[in-house]
């Protein structure tokens, strides 16, 4: 691919420039992590499921009009997309009871919640990545009103085309972690990846974790579930 300068390695993936400023490579990695980087292990195939994934899922939200960042797989683990400048924010929706949300409220996991509940998060490792609240984005200038207005608007849409993708795959979508980026001219547009990395989706017969919870509890084997969340959308879309 020519000239290919190493821009970031981060936990799951490499982002690399390409001949075009305005074009990333990414390389999905076989490496899962939990507890922010603390453990890591090496999975052989996850990289290739990955990419998969998230570029069916983007390419999906293409065909909706749900702008993103995607452009187009170029191999089993690379993929190009459009180069932004991220907004330091995880964006969290919630559609059932779950993980920290869980935890913080003392709520038990799998109760479905009266409405979707957005969070967000301070994408900052050497803060744990705190949750904040809209004044604070504004406070820490990390976006204005506006965008924030613009960021939630966004993740709910695509919370909605989510939750019909997966239920017509026989999946319950339990929450997700989304980040957007600006383009030079600041629009704004959703970026990263959706991936089991990024969701949690239960089973909608069995309850069974099809998502990285598997890793995070010691469930069992991340890669045959992931698979399964691949054939699963292959067989929607063939
Ligand atoms: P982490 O940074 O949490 O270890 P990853 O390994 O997934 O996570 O790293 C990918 C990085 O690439 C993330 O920091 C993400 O914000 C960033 N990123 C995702 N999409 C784009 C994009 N279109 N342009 C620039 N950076 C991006
Ligand atoms: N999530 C993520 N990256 C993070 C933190 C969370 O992709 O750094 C996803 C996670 O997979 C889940 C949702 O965001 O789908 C909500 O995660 P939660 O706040 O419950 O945190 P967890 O208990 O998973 O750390």
């Not at 992590?33 to 090496?42: I, P």
Request: charged share 30%; proline share 3%; with cysteine.
């Amino acid at each position: 691919m020519g000239k290919s300068n190493l821009l970031y390695e981060g936990k799951a993936k490499r982002l690399f420039e390409t001949e075009d400023p305005q074009v990333l490579r990414v390389v999905y990695l076989d490496q899962a992590t939990a507890l922010n980087g603390v453990r890591k292990d090496m999975i052989q195939g996850k990289a290739e499921l990955n990419n998969q994934i998230t570029a069916i899922i983007f390419e999906y939200f293409n065909q909706k009009g749900l702008l993103n960042h995607f452009i187009k797989k170029i191999s089993k683990d690379e993929q190009l997309v459009e180069s932004l400048k991220i907004i330091p924010l995880e964006v969290v929706i919630r559609n059932v009871s779950a993980g920290s949300f869980s935890k913080r409220l003392s709520i038990s996991e799998g109760q479905q919640l009266e409405f979707p509940i957005l969070e967000f998060y301070y994408k900052d490792d050497h803060l744990d990545d705190p949750m904040i609240n809209d004044d604070h984005v504004k406070f820490l200038k990390i976006a204005t009103e506006e965008e924030i207005a613009t960021i939630k608007h966004e993740a709910h849409k695509v919370n909605r085309v989510l939750l019909d993708l997966f239920k017509q795959i026989g999946i319950r979508l339990i929450d997700f972690k989304i980040e957007f980026g600006r383009r030079p001219d600041g629009t704004i547009l959703l970026a990263d990846e959706i991936t089991p990395d990024t969701c949690r989706l239960w089973d909608e017969k069995t309850s069974s974790h099809l998502d990285k919870d598997v890793y995070r509890k010691n469930l069992g084997e991340i890669v045959p579930v992931y698979q399964e969340v691949l054939d699963r959308l292959k067989q929607k879309f063939n």
